[in-house]
């Protein structure tokens, strides 16, 4: 009973994803124009972007604490949160591929949004290879977390902002209409909005389980100084 009190909010995204594979695959889903039956990734698609958004946002908090406390365990953390955010944002580049194949006619087209996503992805990947640069521990977080501030706004900016000031095939973005303004029925939103929160618990337990084997990682290199 310990356990289930303690760990809740894991049994309860298992069940949330499990209902959404069930929806995802089964449930009804309103018929619309070009869209027809792939409108079911957007409980794939679209929620794997809110996690990446939610996974990287805690990154940015870590990493100021970091430059507020200079605690190692505030680093630890960002990278993490960076790294897991990162998973999904690959995992989001897939389901949306897929979804432009059936919808767009082709696996990647010439879309603001799209090549602004692959920039953004660029970019976080440079922070990658900022931190395996630096050899001292301290120049590394620091350093990484400051980089790891400013690639969040810029990734901001490119995936929600510029997108809206151009044409693009996105809904909700130059122009398109989006989902709210198409009649997506409440059956939708029954499994969009768990959707959400069970994608977002599974990233967070990710992210959870990097971050413990990290801590282990460097218990044993500090007994092997020792």
Do not use: C
């Not at 809740?8 to 695959?25: E, I, Q």
């Not at 897939?94 to 696996?107: N, R």
């Not at 939708?188 to 768990?194: A, E, L, Q, T």
């Amino acid at each position: 009973m310990e356990t289930l009190k303690k760990y809740y909010w894991k049994w309860a995204g298992m069940l949330l994803l499990v209902y959404t594979m069930y929806m995802g695959f089964a449930g009804q889903v309103p018929r619309q124009a070009i869209l027809n039956e792939t409108v079911r990734n957007l409980y794939f698609h679209v929620t794997m972007w809110f996690s990446m958004i939610a996974l990287l946002g805690v990154s940015v908090y870590h990493s100021i604490q970091y430059l507020r406390k200079s605690d190692p365990m505030d680093d630890l953390k960002s990278n993490a949160y960076v790294i897991t955010g990162l998973v999904f944002a690959t995992l989001g580049l897939l389901t949306g591929s897929i979804w432009a194949k059936f919808t767009w006619g082709d696996w990647w087209t010439n879309d603001p949004k799209l090549n602004s996503v692959a920039i953004g992805m660029l970019i976080y990947l440079a922070y990658g290879l900022v931190r395996s640069s630096l050899p001292d521990e301290q120049q590394k977080a620091r350093i990484s977390s400051v980089y790891n501030i400013f690639a969040f706004i810029i990734f901001m900016v490119l995936i929600w902002i510029l997108p809206r000031m151009t044409d693009s095939l996105h809904p909700g973005n130059g122009g398109n209409p989006g989902f709210n303004s198409m009649d997506l029925d409440n059956r939708m939103r029954m499994v969009f909005y768990p959707a959400i929160l069970g994608w977002m618990s599974l990233g967070f337990w990710y992210a959870q389980l990097r971050i413990r084997i990290r801590k282990i990682e460097v218990l044993l290199e500090e007994k092997e100084q020792a």
